[in-house]
DNA sequence: AGCCAGGCCCTCC
DNA sequence: GGAGGGCCTGGC
């Protein structure tokens, strides 16, 4: 057992459950525990009050506890972003539901993969395709839940190959995962070396991948490349803005101009705009 | 049963 | 350059 200190705001649960990620699950029972896996570590994380309570394999807890911090972004200063957000009061409307969801900083490759999963496909399927990847084509983790592996690397996704990919249930989607382990493990595309190229850089280089548009792009820069400005448009960011900001009668802006218009509006930390308003019409939407 | 899902590609205008 | 149709598969 092992403990991290809290600094800034965090809630952990709309953290790890709101669709930035697709690896993670609250255990059995009613004792708040997190169950996940990220970089070849099974983790198992819990709140308390000033702190998170974590357990992990294989380790080191020391390592581990440095992959937690910045798997939760904790450089992040919460507060300083939601002073300069909370002036628009329609995001201060979903930070105030839901203070302390953090940007995640993923692995690029795993968050590439996701979201490729994630065209035209329903969150419970995209969940299960990330799995079904990790348990036929991952490593398992020493002393980890077994069949729990860890996410494959581009080598092993690119050796199982187009068919496999789509006999495992991917459907259109193999083709794109396929080029994209291709691309990677052949080191056409180094995705970690985005994080120190501009927004636009990373943007060009991303959409030149087979299968990943403007809004997969900017789901990996934001949850993965540290780019905070990306602002992935996807149909409920569209229903959020049209519903909460273009009506009833003003200006109305077509669905290929919405990145742009919120990230001059919301500007350098337009991506956690983007997550809170996200998850905050996604959930309205399941209330009903 | 049938529509639709956290898009993207391709064609055609 | 942008509007419209098609796409694997399975959730609901």
Request: with cysteine; hydrophobic share 40%.
């Amino acid at each position: 057992m092992a403990f991290i200190d809290l600094h800034g705001p965090l809630n952990l649960g709309a953290t790890l459950l709101s669709g930035q990620t697709f690896r993670w699950s609250p255990e059995d029972g009613d004792d708040g525990w997190f169950r996940g896996i990220v970089f070849r570590n099974e983790i198992r994380l819990r709140q308390e009050t000033g702190c998170i309570e974590f357990t992990c394999t294989p380790g080191p807890r020391e390592r581990v506890a440095q992959i937690i911090q910045d798997y939760l972004r904790f450089d992040d200063d919460l507060t300083e972003i939601y002073s300069l957000l909370e002036t628009d009061d329609r995001v201060k409307s979903s930070i105030d539901r839901y203070r302390g969801m953090r940007i995640l900083r993923q692995d690029p490759w795993e968050c590439l993969i996701s979201f490729i999963c994630s065209a035209n496909n329903n969150i419970p399927r995209i969940t299960r395709n990330v799995e079904d990847l990790a348990s036929a084509f991952g490593s398992p983790i020493l002393g980890g839940t077994s069949g729990n592996n860890a996410f494959p690397t581009a080598k092993q996704l690119a050796d199982a190959g187009e068919k496999a990919l789509r006999e495992l249930g991917l459907g259109f989607r193999a083709k794109y995962v396929a080029a994209a382990a291709e691309m990677v493990s052949r080191a056409q595309i180094d995705l970690f070396s985005l994080r120190e190229a501009s927004y636009q850089e990373a943007l060009d280089a991303l959409i030149k991948l087979i299968g990943v548009g403007d809004k997969i792009a900017n789901c990996v820069m934001l949850f993965s490349l540290n780019k905070l400005e990306a602002f992935p448009v996807d149909v409920w960011i569209d229903r959020a803005l049209r519903e909460w900001y273009f009506t009833p009668n003003l200006e109305t802006v077509p669905r290929s101009r919405m990145r742009a218009w919120a990230q001059r509006r919301f500007g350098h930390y337009a991506g956690y705009a983007n997550q809170y308003l996200f998850h905050d019409r996604r959930m309205a939407g399941q209330r009903g």
